[in-house]
C-alpha cells in the first residue's frame, strides 16, 4: 500500500503563489508516475501536471503551462507543485497521485487540499 499527504493549500489573492507538497510513504512502486490533480466544484477531477520516476517526462495541462512546475524528490519521497500567477480559477482541490504503472496498473489518491484563489 501507498500513502499520500498533500500540504501547502490555503487561501491567496489573484496573481500570488503557492507551493504544494506531497509526501508518500509505504511500499512505493519504483518505477512510477506522480502528478497532481485537481477538481473544482460541479466539475469532474482534472489532470494537471505528472512527473515520471527520473523526471525524465513532464507534462502539463494547457492552463497551467508557464505557471505552475512539478517537481519530485525520490530521496525525500516527495512530490511538489509550484503555483506561480494564479487565478480565480484555479480553485479547486488539488490531489497528489501516484500511478503504478506494472504489473497490474493502479493509481492511489491523497485526501486533497484545497486551494482557493481570490481577492
Known amino acids: 500500500q501507498v500513502q499520500l499527504v498533500e500540504s501547502g493549500g490555503g487561501l491567496v489573492q489573484p496573481g500570488g503563489s503557492l507551493n504544494l507538497s506531497c509526501a508518500a510513504s509505504?511500499?512505493?512502486?519504483?518505477?512510477?508516475?506522480m502528478g497532481w490533480y485537481r477538481q473544482a466544484p460541479g466539475k469532474q477531477r482534472e489532470l494537471v501536471a505528472t512527473?515520471?520516476?527520473?523526471?525524465?517526462?513532464?507534462n502539463y495541462e494547457d492552463s497551467v503551462k508557464g505557471r505552475f512546475t512539478i517537481s519530485r524528490d525520490n530521496a525525500k519521497k516527495m512530490v511538489y507543485l509550484q503555483m506561480n500567477s494564479l487565478k480565480p480559477e484555479d480553485t479547486a482541490v488539488y490531489y497528489c497521485?501516484?500511478?503504478?504503472?506494472?504489473?497490474?496498473?493502479?493509481?492511489?489518491w491523497g485526501q486533497g487540499t484545497q486551494v482557493t484563489v481570490s481577492s
Open positions: 509505504g511500499s512505493i512502486p519504483r518505477i512510477n508516475i
Open positions: 497521485n501516484l500511478h503504478r504503472p506494472y504489473p497490474i496498473p493502479y493509481n492511489y
Open positions: 512527473i515520471t520516476t527520473t523526471g525524465s517526462s513532464i
